[in-house]
């Protein structure tokens, strides 16, 4: 490991990282012969519908929602244009609607709420505990009768405590709904995320582990859920045998949007899954370098995210607490002088779409209507739900957290670099 200089970097010293940092683009920065050959070859068959396909023409998006499907072990996976579409197909398929609140974590990106609003139901935001994900116990405690349904977020990258919420979620007959935008690929308990819920829902997005550009894609293993997923996903309802058949059943026709993923992306997406298990195993093992070099500054003070499984865990950051917001905010600017890859997970002065502290439209109750609707809903006796002073836990935690990037592609060089620098950062500081 690299020598620790005494003087640091912020303080005119030598940084400890010399290296250029990656961009958090896991998948993205892999793109090469594979995706060009498979987004050729759909270019080349002159389709870039996934439905209604001339005789004899597979569609590569219905390949790549099978090999997620199957990767999970779930009946179903219904490709999008988004995680954003995909939660709102998965809401609207479990019943969510006017009336209804949906409990969201505080530290997801936006779109989790969002997507409840989309559904004009109302997001109820619960605390995060030391892992960053939701607490199960206030999960519990912001249960009121008209909620539908929970939206666990396995943030950067980590498993939520599903044991427990599956639990609270049966007992108070709620839908689940993962967000498993971020961690494509993690596990908990061995069993990969996406499959606990009644619906898991994926993002593709540029900044994902594999991406497709844009994308998204549901699971689930109920074919009631998977049926009005697709009704809502495509209003011209190509997915069926018969497009203009009157409902075979009760439930299967109604409204539904445009979220489908094109030929295009179904392409990519399956150039890129071919690559999920080598960036997993490149993230976890360059993640485990980096935490190696770092396991005795725990006595120091310096405090890591906790982990539900940390075996499920994907690897894509290093997350850990300092004793005082005060400390974080050394840390962060010292550490970005030593050149490493470094932010806050919540800064109240910084604004972000990932912490509800920021989400302004919300907590001011904004809307594009002049009515108000959803958050003035007759069925809340016009009562809007209240965002101020919300989520203490989760703002405390989050901001004296400290957050560094492990994009797949970095080197044993640049492991051991972000090791130094926070181990002279830290003692320092400590
Ligand atoms: C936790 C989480 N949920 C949902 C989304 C929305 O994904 P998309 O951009 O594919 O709609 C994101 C994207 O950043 C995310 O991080």
């Not at 919420?165 to 935008?181: F, P």
């Not at 093992?285 to 499984?309: F, M, W």
Request: glycine letters at 8%.
């Amino acid at each position: 490991m690299t020598p620790i200089s005494s003087k640091l970097a912020i303080d005119g010293g030598p940084p400890a990282k010399t290296t250029p940092n990656i961009p958090m683009y896991p998948g993205g920065n892999e793109i090469g012969e594979e995706e060009k050959r498979e987004v050729l070859d759909t270019l080349d068959k002159k389709y870039l519908f996934r439905y209604c396909r001339p005789q004899g023409l597979a569609s590569k998006t219905s390949a790549f929602e099978k090999c997620i499907a199957d990767m999970i072990g779930c009946r179903y996976a219904l490709a999008t244009n988004a995680c954003t579409s995909a939660l709102i197909s998965s809401l609207t398929a479990c019943g969510v609607g006017p009336g209804h609140e949906v409990i969201v974590p505080a530290f997801t990106y936006w779109s989790s709420a969002s997507a409840a609003l989309c559904c004009r139901a109302v997001p109820i935001v619960a605390e995060i505990d030391d892992s960053g994900t939701l607490d199960p116990d206030d999960f519990e405690r912001k249960i009121t009768p008209r909620t539908r349904a929970v939206i666990p977020v396995h943030m950067r990258g980590s498993p939520c405590d599903m044991d427990r919420i599956m639990d609270i979620a049966q007992r108070h007959k709620l839908a689940v709904i993962e967000d498993n935008a971020q961690a494509c690929g993690g596990t908990y308990k061995g069993k990969y995320l996406g499959s606990f819920g009644d619906c898991g829902c994926f993002s593709f997005q540029y900044y994902k582990i594999i991406t497709t550009g844009e994308g998204g894609m549901v699971t689930t293993n109920d074919e009631s859920l998977y049926v009005k997923a697709q009704m809502v996903h495509d209003s011209a309802v190509c997915w069926r045998p018969d497009r203009f058949a009157p409902a075979r059943f009760p439930g299967e026709l109604f409204w539904g949007y445009d979220f489908r993923m094109s030929e295009v992306e179904g392409a990519l997406g399956l150039a890129q899954f071919r690559r999920l298990p080598g960036l997993l195993e490149r993230m976890r093992s360059r993640k485990g370098r980096i935490v190696a070099g770092l396991e005795d500054l725990v006595a120091k003070g310096i405090t890591p995210r906790r982990q539900i499984d940390p075996e499920g865990d994907t690897g894509i950051c290093i997350m850990f607490m300092l004793p005082t917001v005060e400390l974080s905010e050394q840390f962060v600017r010292a550490l970005a002088a030593e050149g490493v890859d470094v932010m806050h997970p919540y800064h109240e002065d910084i604004p972000d779409w990932h912490v509800a502290h920021h989400w302004r439209h919300m907590i001011d109750l904004v809307t594009p209507t002049p009515e108000g609707y959803p958050y003035r809903d007759p069925a809340r006796s016009g009562q809007p739900p209240s965002y101020r002073d919300l989520c203490p836990k989760s703002a405390d935690i989050l901001s004296r957290m400290v957050h560094i990037n492990v994009p797949p592609q970095m080197t044993d060089t640049d492991c051991d670099m972000v090791a130094t620098a926070v181990r002279k950062v830290t003692h320092a500081y400590l």
